[in-house]
């Protein structure tokens, strides 16, 4: 199967390409997708508030159109407050990269567009903005199955800060089992937190066999009392980026 015909194909490219660069190059057609061309009385506020969101994380918005009335549609997204870049033009780091072979199709790393799958591309890019606007949180856990060093996933105590990696400083520290936490992972707020918790050494040696910082994005996180320190729902939050040491 095409890689890109998979389930959630494009939310994971866009995902990844904006945790790159912090930002996406979103083109966004005028009629019919913010501006009522035909005047069936549609309102399409909710792409309009897409664009909005889009915007305020860092998004350059390009205004991608066949619509010649170009002082028309200056005007409308002026009075109905949709934040944009240009209208029909390269964003400067695509021309940088470019040169001088401006292709015809201004490039993006999104198009909305009515004849494009809008409902779709908006789904994605709607749980892309909210995935962004999450909290982040950073642990050391595996690359591939984000296990810990004191319990898998499941919650069986595995011990391997104890054993295998007990070259870590914090290696003596126990984690005693608590059911509440099955489901949960231990985090915290800070980088400079977790460097109380491993230091950077430990973490460089942990890299060896695959344990890296990772950053998770989640709305669903509690202080535990036990251990003084916070939790973030397993099942709901997303691995933004891998952090390297070296």
């Known amino acids: 199967m095409d890689k890109y015909l998979v389930e959630n194909s494009a939310y994971n490219r866009l995902w990844v390409e904006y945790n790159k660069y912090n930002s996406l190059i979103v083109c966004v057609d005028f009629d019919d997708t913010l501006f009522d061309f035909y005047g069936t009385g549609e309102s399409y506020e909710m792409v309009r508030q897409l664009v909005r969101d889009l915007h305020s994380i860092n998004c350059y918005i390009i205004i991608w159109t066949g619509n010649q009335n170009t002082e028309l549609v200056k005007d409308f997204l002026s009075e109905n407050n949709i934040p944009y870049h240009s209208i029909n033009d390269e964003a400067p780091v695509s021309k940088k990269l470019l040169g001088d072979k401006i292709p015809r199709k201004v490039y993006g790393n999104v198009y909305i567009d009515d004849r494009g799958g809008l409902h779709e591309v908006y789904n994605t890019l709607t749980k892309l903005v909210n995935n962004v606007n999450k909290k982040s949180f950073y642990r050391v856990c595996h690359e591939s199955t984000e296990q810990g060093l004191w319990y898998a ?22 984690m005693d089992f608590d059911i509440e936490l099955v489901g949960w992972l231990s985090a915290v707020e800070s980088l400079e937190v977790l460097y109380t918790w491993f230091t950077k050494e430990d973490i460089i040696k942990l890299q060896e066999h695959g344990w890296y910082i990772h950053e998770y994005k989640t709305d669903n996180v509690r202080f535990y009392e036990k251990f003084q320190h ?7 939050s997303v691995i933004s980026k891998k952090i390297i040491l070296k």
């Open 153 to 174: 996933s499941n919650g069986v105590f595995t011990g391997l800060i104890h054993n295998k990696f007990d070259f870590c400083e914090n290696s003596e520290l126990k």
């Open 230 to 236: 916070f939790v973030i729902d397993q099942n709901l």
